[in-house]
């Protein structure tokens, strides 16, 4: 990047972006610009919030690919033979893994629980007790945290892992990603310092095993890079097919729509994010692995917890990478 461009850019970051902890960005492959704020290094890691969403994405991709689950079409009941669904509950019998990927399905809660979710000892039992309802399968709900860890509840069926060791041998390694413990919470106190730590490398999980689906995971900005480029290459690393091309463009074009905002989605990725019909990875603070295929470009910026950030694609927009 041209020294001038840097300089705005930094400025711009300092002013009004100024929760950032890193930003990494890729143009062909190469890197053209890597820089951290807020005392932090190469070396920090952050809590991405729902760019865990993608990872996940991610891992369904995969094990689709190895045969673990058939198809996205699937019940989402078939992976919980032995869940007992509620009298009178009729919805949850016909919610597929699409409509879970797409956030395309009901809850009956108006308002999140989300003392009674944190204090709960078994996330997907929990989501599962409020998934259905009277709401339409089909219409956008976006479900922050309550709701994606059904879907780590189902590749831990369908692959005999945890989340945390299928992600580590199938995407983690082979990308050179390192993320070093599970985490549990013991305490409100443990989870203010995880939301704002940025040395802690890990993924939350609750008291049974289960990490977290919707956030939970902290990556460093050059982690958050290599998923963007590995997307941007159709999921090859290095000679190696890490995901199916056919996932990485079923994940990244349009399933559903939240008419509200006029933001599309495709499988736990915001799709045509610009006028580039570019995608990406978005968490809380903003967070995001910003990929554009006609450009060749990724944005990975990574930042601290602050409500109602500024939207990163904003910044992006303004040229400075292209």
């Not at 736990?268 to 470009?297: C, F, Q, R």
Request: with cysteine; net charge negative; proline share 3%.
């Amino acid at each position: 990047m041209e020294q001038e461009k840097v300089k705005a850019l930094e400025a711009l970051i300092q002013k009004d972006y100024s929760n950032t902890a890193g930003v990494a960005v890729l143009k062909d492959g190469e890197m053209i610009y890597e820089h951290y704020f807020n005392g932090c290094s190469a070396d920090s890691t952050i809590h991405v919030y729902s760019v865990t969403k993608s990872i996940i994405s991610i891992l369904f991709g995969i094990a689709l690919d190895k045969g673990y689950i058939k198809d996205v079409r699937q019940n989402v009941l078939d992976f919980f033979p032995d869940y007992t669904i509620k009298k009178r509950e009729k919805t949850i019998q016909h919610i597929t893994l699409e409509d879970m990927l797409t956030m395309a399905a009901p809850y009956k809660y108006k308002f999140a629980p989300y003392f009674k979710y944190f204090t709960s000892n078994d996330w997907v039992t929990f989501t599962l007790d409020l998934l259905g309802g009277k709401g339409q399968i089909g219409d956008f709900r976006y479900a922050p945290l309550i709701g994606p860890d059904i879907l780590s509840g189902i590749l831990i069926k369908a692959t005999g892992q945890s989340v945390f060791d299928f992600a580590a041998e199938n995407l983690f390694s082979p990308l050179g990603i390192h993320v070093e413990q599970n985490i549990v919470f013991r305490s409100k106190e443990e989870q203010m310092v995880f939301n704002k730590a940025t040395n802690i490398s890990g993924w939350v999980t609750d008291e049974s095993g289960t990490n977290s689906a919707g956030w939970g995971l902290t990556l460093s900005p050059m982690d958050m890079a290599k998923i963007g480029q590995l997307y941007l290459n159709e999921g090859m690393w290095h000679g190696r097919q890490i995901v199916p091309a056919s996932w990485v463009a079923a994940s990244t074009k349009e399933h559903s729509r939240w008419q509200q905002q006029n933001l599309s989605y495709g499988y736990l990725w915001w799709t045509d994010v610009d006028k580039d019909h570019s995608y990406a990875a978005m968490g809380d603070g903003g967070n995001i692995i910003y990929v554009n295929p006609e450009k060749k470009i990724v944005v990975a910026m990574a930042c601290l917890f602050v409500p109602r950030a500024k939207n990163r694609l904003e910044l992006i927009d303004k040229g400075f990478f292209d």
